[in-house]
């Protein structure tokens, strides 16, 4: 069967849509109803925030807020919310299961969430969270409290909803011209929606109004846009191929529409590769054969309050994309929003969770376990960038159907098992053939074939791409044009 292949950021030709620098400059002004603490910290304690003062001593620039200048963001609460040897795989006895919160109006009723409920008609009113992240000891301020001062302001509540269904996500900004990005089954509910109405949340309560730009089905990403973005605060990107395992990450969204959450973890693994559903996937010429037992199943996004009955997963395609896995706590209602590094930069847009049960019982949903996931900066960037120029992104197309290697009974490596080729395809006209098995993707380790099809659709269609091939217990490397993907 065909391949499928997430983006990477591969080079595309369409200029940056949105900058890399930081969004305000130090010394800016403290937003509107902001009140500066008068206590300044001692040369003893904590991190810098941004907009407080440090008479006593220079903040150690290994500090996360030694380079922040963005506004001040510490006010009283309100009275009311590189690439690593990790290699991708299958993970096994896991549901995957996207981080949308909200229920689906007339589908599900109210969704019960452990001592809390999210309505499903005020998902994020009814437990909204602080506007502005709390600082109330600044004599002891911690890394992640710096963190969430500079990504806090950069994330937004998104509320969709349409004639039939209604939920909550988040989204990242992006630039001043009012672009976000969010992902695609939050702003179509997973399909539940063609025609959304959507209503943006700043971190500091302003409400918006949004329209969809574009969506990326294939790597269920979207961008939309509020009219006026010149009071946005743009979230600074990171390169995600420079990550390690083990570096600190830090999530910020609307879990269960608590806006303005802060969770932190690590970076478990990177490469990894993970199969979901997508209602609005376009067909793939490319295929991925199921395993020789037929065991194979596609990683289910789980929609909070969509009974079992509801679900359009019946007709959804499969799709396999390339994250970054984190033990930072991720739960529904984060889709969309970002994780971000030390620096309180970029480094991801949360997508999905693992859930240890079935996330297609009636009224169940999946909570955080420690495995949550999310798409690299460096693909959703491309993938933004495209959008934002020209309304979609492209995605590469291998032309040959693949299959585990470690499938067959012969194995002697593991990869992605090319079963047949397309004639006049990529795969074909670069010289591989049926038999081969691609270990390699532009340096990136490929242990099956969701691997290979997640990497061929990260980059942008055109693209040419190293695949590093076991020929006859021979390793070498051939250097491939991929072709463009349908949509």
Request: charged share 10%.
């Amino acid at each position: 069967m065909n391949e499928q292949t997430p983006h990477p950021d591969a080079g595309h030709s369409v200029p940056p849509a949105f900058s890399s620098t930081p969004a305000a400059a130090p010394g800016a002004p403290a937003p509107e109803g902001a009140t500066a603490p008068t206590t300044p910290i001692p040369p003893t304690g904590g991190y810098a925030i941004p907009g407080q003062a440090h008479p006593a001593q220079p903040v150690n620039p290994g500090h996360p807020g030694a380079a922040f200048g963005a506004a001040a963001t510490t006010t009283a609460a309100p009275e009311r919310k590189a690439k690593s040897g990790v290699g991708g795989g299958k993970i096994a006895a896991i549901i995957i299961a996207a981080a949308l919160v909200g229920g689906l109006a007339g589908v599900g009723g109210a969704v019960g969430y452990g001592s809390l409920t999210a309505s499903s008609s005020s998902s994020t009113k009814g437990t909204s969270g602080p506007s502005t992240v709390t600082v109330n000891n600044p004599e002891s301020v911690s890394e992640a409290t710096a963190i969430a001062a500079k990504a806090v302001p950069s994330v937004v509540t998104i509320e969709v909803s349409g004639s039939s269904a209604a939920g909550s996500g988040s989204g990242i900004v992006l630039d001043k011209s009012g672009h976000i990005l969010t992902n695609a089954h939050v702003v179509t509910l997973d399909g539940e929606v063609s025609d959304p109405t959507i209503k943006v949340t700043t971190s500091d309560g302003r409400i918006l109004d949004a329209t969809v730009v574009g969506i990326d089905a294939t790597y269920d990403m979207a961008v939309i846009q509020v009219k006026d973005g010149s009071s946005l605060t743009p979230m600074e990107f990171a390169d995600s191929s420079k990550l390690n395992v083990g570096a600190m990450t830090v999530a910020v969204g609307a879990p269960l529409g608590l806006s303005n959450s802060v969770t932190t973890g690590i970076v478990s693994a990177l490469n990894r590769s993970i199969q979901i559903q997508s209602s609005a996937a376009p067909a793939n010429p490319d295929k991925q054969s199921p395993n020789q037992d037929g065991s194979q199943q596609p990683f289910q996004f789980d929609i909070p309050g969509r009974g079992s009955g509801s679900s359009s997963s019946s007709t959804a395609a499969s799709i396999s994309i390339s994250v970054i896995q984190t033990d930072a706590a991720i739960n529904p209602g984060n889709s969309g929003g970002a994780l971000v590094n030390s620096d309180g930069k970029l480094i991801g847009v949360n997508v999905a969770i693992a859930s240890a049960g079935s996330s297609s019982s009636s009224s169940g949903q999946s909570g955080n376990i420690g495995v949550g996931f999310a798409i690299p900066s460096n693909i959703a960037k491309r993938i933004a960038n495209d959008i934002i120029a020209d309304g979609k992104a492209t995605h590469g197309l291998l032309g040959a159907t693949v299959q585990d290697a470690s499938s067959q009974k012969n194995a002697t490596v593991v990869g992605a098992l090319i079963a047949s080729v397309t004639s006049g395809g990529a795969a074909a006209n670069a010289g591989i053939q049926a038999g081969d098995v691609v270990t390699g993707f532009d340096g990136t380790p490929i242990t099956d074939a969701s691997d290979l099809t997640a990497q061929v659709r990260s980059v942008a269609g055109g693209s040419s791409a190293t695949l590093t091939v076991d020929r006859n217990g021979q390793s070498q490397d051939i250097k491939v044009t991929l072709g463009t993907l349908s949509q």
